[in-house]
């Protein structure tokens, strides 16, 4: 890389993290060329299903797609279509070599139920995935402090690892892509959320499913470090 090239690098970084922290646009920052475009990780999802009889994500796939719609991402990235976000999540714990036909198709329709009209029984899926959708569908109770519920929602998804590891990929995610529309209060309400209750999911899953213990590693690894990166500048 020449000194023009590391130049040009530097300033990107420098618009991002501003964009970041203060909320800037970032005109010159392209979050959909550093992600799968919807119909490579169709492509990738429909090969693990064939690959690994993923029946029912099969299904979860088309039945995200249509109800999603042209419901889009928030922030910055407004041209990204939200069935995005749950193929990245389905595509993450693929990639990562799980091929656990609940949670793929947890991880496909963690949203149905929260951002469409759709009720859990619902989704075209057995009793397993239809109860972690239902642990990880924020239901906010506004007789009560936002922590107090916050608590009891996450407090609930503990003793199921299924709907642990669909929440940790979901923050994994967002946290990814908080360059696209988070304001600075956001990003530090962000952080404290996640260490507080995100963090001992972890512990949590591996506690219930060893076998998922390499992909947890690498889900917080990447989590923690774009906190803590980001940690240095607020």
Same mark, same amino acid.
């Given at each position: 890389?020449?000194?023009? &090239?590391?130049?040009?690098?530097?300033?990107?970084?420098?618009?991002?993290?501003?964009?970041?922290?203060?909320?800037?646009?970032?005109?010159?920052?392209?979050?959909?060329?550093? /992600?799968?475009? &919807?119909?490579?990780?169709?492509?990738?999802?429909?090969?693990?299903?064939?690959?690994?009889?993923?029946?029912?994500?099969?299904?979860?796939?088309?039945?995200?797609?249509?109800?999603?719609?042209?419901?889009?991402? @928030?922030?910055?990235?407004?041209?990204?279509?939200?069935?995005?976000?749950?193929?990245?999540?389905?595509?993450?714990?693929?990639?990562?070599?799980?091929?656990?036909?609940?949670?793929?198709?947890?991880?496909?329709?963690?949203?149905?139920?929260?951002?469409?009209?759709?009720? /859990?029984?619902?989704?075209?899926?057995?009793?397993?995935?239809?109860?972690?959708?239902?642990?990880?569908?924020? @239901?906010?109770?506004?007789?009560?402090?936002?922590?107090?519920?916050?608590?009891?929602?996450?407090?609930?998804?503990?003793?199921?690892?299924?709907?642990?590891?669909?929440?940790?990929?979901?923050?994994?995610?967002?946290?990814?892509?908080?360059?696209?529309?988070?304001?600075?209060?956001?990003? /530090?309400?962000?952080?404290?959320?996640? &260490?507080?209750? /995100?963090?001992?999911?972890?512990?949590?899953?591996?506690?219930?499913?060893?076998?998922?213990?390499?992909?947890?590693?690498?889900? &917080?690894?990447?989590?923690?470090?774009?906190?803590?990166?980001?940690?240095?500048?607020?």
């Amino acid at each position: 890389m020449n000194q023009q &090239e590391k130049n040009r690098w530097k300033l990107k970084v420098k618009h991002v993290i501003r964009g970041m922290l203060y909320g800037y646009k970032s005109a010159d920052f392209d979050e959909t060329n550093t /992600i799968f475009t &919807e119909e490579e990780m169709k492509t990738l999802l429909l090969k693990a299903c064939e690959e690994h009889d993923l029946k029912q994500s099969k299904v979860a796939m088309e039945f995200a797609r249509i109800l999603h719609g042209e419901q889009y991402r @928030k922030g910055d990235v407004e041209k990204l279509k939200y069935i995005s976000h749950p193929y990245t999540l389905a595509c993450h714990a693929i990639c990562m070599g799980i091929h656990d036909d609940d949670l793929i198709a947890a991880c496909l329709l963690h949203d149905v139920v929260e951002d469409t009209l759709a009720d /859990i029984e619902d989704l075209p899926v057995n009793d397993n995935v239809k109860k972690a959708v239902d642990l990880v569908t924020k @239901k906010p109770d506004n007789s009560v402090p936002k922590e107090e519920w916050e608590r009891k929602y996450y407090d609930a998804m503990k003793d199921n690892p299924i709907a642990c590891m669909v929440k940790v990929l979901d923050r994994c995610n967002n946290v990814s892509m908080m360059s696209t529309g988070f304001n600075y209060k956001k990003i /530090i309400e962000y952080i404290g959320e996640t &260490e507080e209750f /995100i963090e001992p999911l972890f512990d949590e899953i591996i506690r219930m499913k060893p076998e998922w213990k390499s992909a947890v590693w690498l889900v &917080e690894y990447q989590m923690l470090s774009i906190l803590e990166s980001v940690k240095r500048f607020v």
